[in-house]
């Protein structure tokens, strides 16, 4: 074999490489979570949910567990804005805590495991469970967050919604999947 063709192959298996490479950064990114998303689809939900009348004063706070960029990213989409009449408040919460105040709490997946306790400690209380992760939607969630061939899609539970007080949207059933 010459050296220009021994060149030329080395150079086509680089090439195929770095286009490979490429492929496979582009399909992790699709496949990453898009927090901008999940945040704007969140600041949506307050559009399509109805709290009862004695959490429609001061703050509408959004607490998230867990560490997630989601955190940002709703603190930034939702600076100055609220709902109806009440300033949204964006919170870190802690897995622990004794009592969740809020309106809408987000469990990330790394705290998913604290879905349980959470959704038994709020049961009585208007806060809208959101999570991300496969069939937690069954296991205590209002609304979750799943990847179906590679597109983010929601899961509700609409007893968890209905059992909290909570009244929403026949628009937002529309848009999900429901599950029990």
Sequence with gaps: MSIHNCLTSFLKQVCLSIVLLGFAKTCSAQLATDY??????IYRFTKYIEWPE????????????????????????TAN?????????????????????????FISQDESRSLKRISLLTQDQPVLLITEENGLAKKGSCIN???????LKLEINKNNVLSRSLNIASELLKLATIVY
Aim: proline share 3%; hydrophobic share 40%.
């Design 145 to 151: 967050f799943i990847i179906v061939d590679e597109h």
């Design 36 to 41: 901008k998303v999940h945040a704007n689809i």
């Design 54 to 77: 004695s959490k429609q004063t001061g703050d509408f706070v959004i607490g998230v567990l867990g560490d997630s960029p989601l955190y940002e990213e709703l603190g930034t989409l």
């Design 81 to 105: 804005k609220s709902v109806g009449n009440q300033k949204i408040v964006v919170k870190k919460v802690s897995p622990g805590a004794a009592s969740y105040t809020c309106q809408m709490l």
